[in-house]
């Protein structure tokens, strides 16, 4: 597993500062380095793309154990967005969920990498909002730019050591166009709960994850951040004994 790998990698190198509290590095990307990213989140370059009436739900097959990392975007044509991401292993086993909520699908739709464990795998997105608020998604696997972003990351700051019942906020300017944020624990469960806000406890996209190994099923997520006044605001939900740590980046 070549991400847990750098995971694995990236632990010891920062074990002696792993409950330090070190600030994310924010960069501003340049225009066409934007418009890459955009390029490769649109649903049409991912792979096969289905509309998903409400209360429905489709699922991709991923047959190689020789790849891990899956890419899914879900966008609307501007509604908002309610769904369940599910990774399925075998006929009953479903490692890791994912509740996705954005406010407009169009604008900030939901995009996510989810590690396969390098097994035969299969990703359900059920569509969990009304009849009238259908959504379109796609899911394929990803591309090695897109691997490689996400273990970028790692390298980018010493992230933030979060303790069960906890909350970490970082506030971003104007200038910053996306945000990308990866949840990890050291083998033990992950459930956390990650916001984009824009204005007091006003939040405009949400995800909810909850998988029994943070370490083989990480949390990465990028959300578009138009104008000023937005946080990203990360809460553990797990009990004290289950810290995560946190990296929150500009791209």
Same mark, same amino acid.
């Given at each position: 597993?070549?991400?847990?790998? &750098?995971?694995?990698?990236?632990?010891?190198?920062?074990?002696?500062?792993?409950?330090?509290?070190?600030?994310?590095?924010?960069?501003?990307?340049?225009?066409?380095?934007?418009?890459?990213?955009?390029?490769?989140? +649109?649903?049409?370059?991912?792979? #096969?793309?289905?509309?998903?009436?409400?209360?429905? #739900?489709?699922?991709?097959?991923?047959?190689?154990?020789?790849?891990?990392?899956?890419?899914?975007?879900? +966008?609307?044509?501007?509604?908002?967005?309610?769904?369940?991401?599910?990774?399925?292993?075998?006929?009953?086993?479903?490692?890791?969920?994912?509740?996705?909520?954005?406010? +407009?699908?169009?604008?900030?739709?939901?995009?996510?990498?989810?590690?396969? #464990?390098?097994?035969?795998?299969?990703?359900?997105?059920?569509?969990?909002?009304?009849? +009238?608020?259908?959504?379109?998604?796609?899911?394929?696997?990803?591309?090695?730019?897109?691997? &490689?972003?996400?273990?970028?990351?790692?390298? &980018?700051?010493?992230? #933030?050591?979060?303790?069960?019942? &906890?909350?970490?906020?970082?506030?971003?300017?104007?200038?910053?166009?996306?945000?990308?944020?990866?949840?990890?624990?050291?083998?033990?469960?992950?459930?956390?709960?990650?916001?984009?806000?824009?204005?007091?406890?006003?939040?405009?996209?949400?995800?909810?994850?909850?998988?029994?190994?943070?370490?083989?099923?990480?949390?990465?997520?990028?959300?578009?951040?138009?104008?000023?006044?937005?946080?990203?605001?990360?809460?553990?939900?797990?009990?004290?004994?289950?810290?995560?740590?946190?990296?929150?980046?500009?791209?």
């Amino acid at each position: 597993m070549k991400f847990v790998s &750098a995971l694995l990698v990236a632990l010891a190198a920062s074990s002696a500062d792993a409950f330090s509290i070190a600030a994310p590095k924010a960069s501003v990307a340049s225009t066409s380095a934007l418009s890459a990213m955009a390029t490769e989140w +649109d649903l049409a370059n991912i792979g #096969r793309s289905v509309r998903i009436e409400g209360s429905s #739900r489709e699922h991709w097959e991923f047959p190689d154990p020789n790849q891990e990392i899956v890419q899914v975007g879900i +966008d609307s044509n501007g509604r908002p967005v309610e769904s369940l991401i599910e990774l399925w292993i075998g006929p009953d086993w479903t490692p890791m969920k994912v509740k996705a909520y954005t406010e +407009d699908g169009m604008m900030r739709p939901v995009q996510s990498l989810i590690g396969t #464990r390098n097994k035969a795998a299969a990703i359900d997105i059920n569509n969990t909002g009304p009849g +009238d608020f259908p959504l379109n998604a796609a899911a394929a696997y990803a591309s090695p730019s897109m691997v &490689a972003q996400r273990a970028d990351l790692l390298t &980018a700051n010493q992230g #933030r050591y979060i303790e069960g019942g &906890a909350v970490h906020s970082v506030n971003f300017d104007a200038s910053v166009n996306q945000v990308q944020v990866l949840l990890y624990t050291d083998t033990r469960q992950l459930n956390a709960q990650v916001e984009l806000l824009n204005g007091p406890n006003n939040f405009k996209q949400k995800y909810e994850v909850f998988t029994n190994n943070g370490l083989l099923n990480s949390l990465y997520v990028i959300f578009n951040t138009p104008g000023a006044g937005n946080v990203v605001r990360v809460t553990n939900l797990a009990p004290l004994e289950f810290p995560c740590k946190a990296f929150i980046a500009s791209v």
